[in-house]
């Protein structure tokens, strides 16, 4: 079929343009290759990808269509976005000459669970040509009855590295990758975690929320107020509305890490706001990632800490929490 495809001149021909052409040119209408995957752990699957140009030539709108190999009957059919959706945000787009398109970066197709259904975990990349950090699109579909359902889909700073690893076990779907920290110094990338369990139809975010002090607290301001009361004391949980809302308008400049004793022991890093100056001391405490919990936010650091270095990789920052 690619060969077919290919006589008709419906694939870009040449070279991969340079980066002018890549924004500037039109693409729209020319494919990319049909290709077939890995299925499920079973083999009983066939995993079908293909993809379209909507625009610019990184510009490509895909789709993942997963077919019974014995019958060649199509069960799913899934699309980042749905081409004709109508929305107030797809309108805006295009009053504006734009199309938000997504393409597929991996998957994961689970095994089938009688009286369940199979989980099918994916990753799609807004690409915008030039960068290597792009918002992702975690998705998770329940494919029950021979229809997926939606029941994950949210959005994450990722970055385009070899990292990425989705897994499939039981009612978990985990994505492993990079991601960064919103600071005031170049980009430092971080491995990353997000792992869910679903049930009822929901997926709910597990433990770790991240595998480092410093992503922990990324993670913990990006989160909204009832997802981070989750890995809250009530006394941090109170003042997280605040400091997430500050997190969304700047950055922040680390200032100070020290360990405080106790059992288990915990961290404190004490940060400072690039558009305010204040400074806000976080207390995080675990014996593990998946422990760790905000104990608690002040504007001082505790006495009883002892400063620890920083570093210039920010190592002290990105440890993982051991006891």
Known sequence: MNAELASA??????????????????YAGFLREIQTGPSDPDGDLLVVTFGIHTGAFCGVNETLALYVRRTMQ?????????????????????????????????????????GHGRLIGSVWVQSTCTSAGNMESFRIHLLSAKTPKAVLSTEVHAYLGEDLRIRTDGDDVTFTYSSSITDDGPPTPRPAIRRYRVQGGRALREAPLALSFGGFIDEWLRA??????????????????????????????WERVAACPGSPSS????????????????????????????????????????????????????AEPSN
């Open 224 to 253: 909204d107020d009832a997802e981070a009361a989750r890995w809250s004391s009530r006394e941090a949980a109170l003042q997280h509305r605040d400091l997430a809302a500050r997190y969304r308008k700047g950055t922040i400049g």
């Open 9 to 26: 001149h419906l694939f870009v021909d040449g070279p991969e343009p340079d980066i002018a052409e890549m924004l500037d040119k039109s």
């Open 267 to 318: 961290r404190e890093i004490a940060v400072r706001w690039s558009e305010s100056q204040k400074r806000t001391v976080f207390r995080i405490g675990g014996a593990s990632a998946a422990e760790m919990r905000m104990l608690s936010i002040s504007d001082k650091p505790f006495p009883s800490c002892h400063e620890i270095t920083i570093g210039n990789d920010r190592r002290s920052i990105l």
């Open 74 to 114: 199509r069960i799913a059919w899934i699309n980042a976005e749905n081409l004709q959706a109508d929305t107030p945000e797809r309108r805006n787009l295009q009053a504006q000459g734009m199309t938000r398109t997504w393409f597929l970066r991996d998957y994961a197709v689970g095994k089938d669970k009688p």
